[in-house]
């Protein structure tokens, strides 16, 4: 009697025990899961500006509301074609290019397939039974996924700060306009000299917004990247960390995308440039223009 009290009080014992110890790798899965979603989320933010920064590399110069409109008078005086929905676009915005819609559709793939590979890594996490062995044995087959997106973004961090995007068709409308200013016979040389000048003013504006361009590109890929790395220590030790250690590395998380924040531009590109020195694996990087 005595031995079987014994036995039922050790069974109770080791079912409590055991269920504190799920209790407690399901609490460690769902608190990593948090640093998980900041890399996700970074990730997300990256690769909108990527896209953004694809697009505008083929915007036209903007125009108010009414030069547009006087451009468009402009251009239907002149025209004596017969309009029709192919070319009313252009007499509309004869600025607008008209990329190929096959190139389009390949890069607006290429797009969502990055953004799909982060999305499937995130995933993992989502399926994970925090509460039992495989869970854990599921975080540490993630940490070789990881490597290599993280030296996919280290690639495409890297590409932005040594070939930062253009403005492309803006740059050719100015050098166009330069090319005017000095093939044009009848101006005196004050006035070719004060068409100059503003010239420069509107190239110098250009490139002042092409490095704001480059600087929210790389701060988002920069932010992505640190988060990626702090979060491949937290899957590779994670059978040495408990809750708490877990909760300060999401804390830590928060401060490291702070610290890219506050980056000055010069420093971003710095650091980006470097970053293939340091990548785990190896990656090809998909340049943004």
């Given at each position: 009697?005595?031995?079987s009290?014994?036995?039922?009080?050790?069974?109770k014992?080791?079912?409590?025990?055991?269920?504190?110890?799920?209790?407690?790798?399901?609490?460690?899965?769902?608190?990593?899961k948090?640093?998980?979603?900041?890399?996700?989320?970074?990730?997300?933010?990256?690769?909108?500006?990527?896209?953004?920064?694809?697009?505008?590399?083929?915007?036209?110069?903007?125009?108010?509301?009414?030069?547009?409109?006087?451009?468009?008078?402009t251009?239907?005086?002149?025209?004596?074609?017969?309009?029709?929905?192919?070319?009313?676009?252009?007499?509309?915005?004869?600025?607008?290019?008209?990329?190929?819609p096959?190139?389009?559709?390949?890069w607006q793939?290429?797009?969502?397939?990055?953004?799909?590979q982060?999305?499937?890594?995130v995933?993992?996490?989502?399926?994970?039974?925090?509460?039992s062995?495989?869970?854990?044995?599921?975080?540490?087959?993630?940490?070789?996924?990881?490597?290599?997106?993280?030296?996919?973004?280290?690639?495409?961090?890297?590409?932005?700060?040594?070939?930062?995007?253009?403005?492309?068709?803006?740059?050719?409308?100015?050098?166009?306009?330069?090319?005017?200013?000095r093939?044009?016979?009848?101006?005196?040389?004050?006035?070719?000299?004060?068409?100059?000048?503003?010239?420069w003013?509107?190239?110098?504006?250009?490139?002042?917004?092409?490095?704001?361009?480059?600087?929210?590109?790389?701060?988002?890929?920069?932010?992505?990247?640190?988060?990626?790395a702090?979060?491949q220590?937290?899957?590779?030790?994670y059978?040495?960390?408990?809750?708490?250690?877990?909760?300060?590395?999401?804390?830590?998380?928060?401060?490291?995308?702070?610290?890219?924040?506050?980056?000055?531009?010069?420093?971003?590109?710095?650091?980006?440039?470097?970053?293939?020195?340091?990548?785990t694996?190896?990656?090809?990087?998909?340049?943004?223009?």
């Amino acid at each position: 009697m005595a031995v079987s009290s014994i036995y039922q009080f050790t069974r109770k014992a080791v079912l409590i025990i055991g269920i504190g110890l799920l209790a407690a790798c399901s609490q460690k899965a769902e608190t990593l899961k948090i640093t998980v979603t900041q890399f996700g989320s970074a990730t997300e933010d990256a690769f909108d500006a990527y896209g953004t920064a694809q697009t505008a590399q083929f915007a036209p110069t903007p125009k108010s509301q009414n030069a547009r409109q006087s451009e468009f008078i402009t251009n239907m005086e002149a025209f004596t074609g017969k309009v029709t929905p192919s070319n009313l676009p252009t007499l509309l915005d004869p600025d607008a290019v008209k990329i190929d819609p096959n190139v389009a559709q390949q890069w607006q793939k290429t797009l969502a397939d990055l953004r799909s590979q982060y999305r499937q890594f995130v995933a993992i996490f989502d399926q994970i039974e925090g509460g039992s062995a495989l869970g854990a044995s599921a975080v540490t087959d993630s940490g070789p996924i990881l490597e290599k997106l993280r030296s996919q973004l280290d690639a495409i961090t890297s590409d932005l700060a040594k070939d930062p995007p253009q403005y492309l068709v803006r740059r050719g409308t100015l050098i166009a306009e330069l090319n005017k200013i000095r093939s044009e016979p009848n101006d005196d040389d004050d006035a070719k000299s004060l068409r100059l000048q503003i010239w420069w003013q509107d190239w110098q504006a250009l490139m002042a917004e092409e490095k704001l361009l480059q600087t929210h590109t790389l701060r988002s890929f920069m932010t992505a990247s640190s988060l990626g790395a702090h979060l491949q220590n937290q899957i590779d030790s994670y059978a040495q960390l408990d809750v708490t250690a877990l909760i300060g590395a999401a804390e830590q998380g928060i401060a490291l995308a702070g610290e890219v924040r506050n980056l000055p531009p010069a420093e971003l590109v710095a650091q980006g440039s470097n970053l293939l020195e340091t990548a785990t694996g190896s990656a090809t990087a998909i340049p943004a223009q």
